[in-house]
């Protein structure tokens, strides 16, 4: 079992629809949880990070950790074209220490 | 934000020379960096950890003094793939950890193809 579980897709959505994207992990040492979107032949792009469990928010973009079930979420309001690409949930157990990604969802926006 | 560069952004060599991957913290200073290997279609596969001031640590099966790596300065570090060989192609990736430590911030990536 990988410590990280994300559904790979491809999730295509029109455009404005509500994105949910989702991970399960299965390492309770995690306490950091990030968000990352990759464009094709791009390197990743930090999108939110949180600390233990709740929510947070930026822009149209919401995170929300649940430590007690080991679920990451990332919710895309108002989906827009540009937002097609790959998202990849990560985790980390401590300050400064390596990153346990996701396989990444392919997400695809369409018009 | 907290930007992090790549240089160079593509590269092409011949086998058997060596290449050297610049990756910089522009705006923060970076007591940890970290490098990944990507190949189409898969997720980041990290291959080393540096810390500045003092070696790298290398994920199991990466070899060490294949992809040399020296951490020099808190706003640089480098990636160094000797006598590359056209499996060594792919796209790297660097990130950058802050002081505080609390995620990551990555570069734009290099793509080398080793002809």
């Known amino acids: 079992q990988k410590e990280v579980e994300q559904d790979p897709g491809p999730l295509s959505v029109p455009e404005g629809a509500i994105v949910s994207l989702n991970c399960t992990y299965s390492?309770?040492?995690?306490?950091?949880f990030m968000w990352y979107r990759q464009y094709s032949r791009k390197g990743p792009e930090l999108l939110m990070y949180?600390?233990?469990?709740g929510n947070k928010e930026d822009g149209r973009f919401t995170a929300q950790v649940d430590k007690s079930s080991k679920y990451i979420s990332l919710f895309i309001r108002d989906s827009q074209p540009s937002d097609s690409a790959t998202y990849l949930c990560?985790?980390?157990?401590?300050?400064?220490?390596?990153?346990?990604f996701g396989t990444g969802t392919r997400l695809q926006v369409t018009l | 934000g907290a930007v992090v560069s790549q240089h160079p952004s593509r590269v092409i060599c011949k086998s058997g020379t060596s290449v050297k991957i610049e990756c910089r913290s522009l705006?923060?200073?970076?007591?940890?960096m970290f490098w990944y290997r990507q190949f189409p279609k898969q997720s980041l596969m990290l291959m080393a950890t540096?810390?500045?001031?003092?070696?790298?640590?290398?994920e199991q099966g990466v070899e060490k003094d294949k992809f040399l790596i020296n951490h020099a300065s808190l706003t640089l570090s480098t990636l160094t793939v000797t006598s590359a060989h056209p499996e060594d192609s792919s796209f790297y990736i660097c990130?950058?950890?802050?002081?505080?430590?609390?995620?990551?911030?990555f570069g734009p990536g290099t793509r080398l193809l080793v002809l």
């Open positions: 949180t600390y233990s469990s």
């Open positions: 540096s810390n500045e001031g003092s070696k790298a640590t290398y």
């Open positions: 705006d923060f200073q970076a007591t940890t």
């Open positions: 990130s950058a950890s802050n002081r505080v430590g609390e995620t990551q911030y």
């Open positions: 390492n309770s040492a995690f306490q950091y």
């Open positions: 990560a985790s980390q157990t401590g300050t400064a220490s390596k990153l346990t």
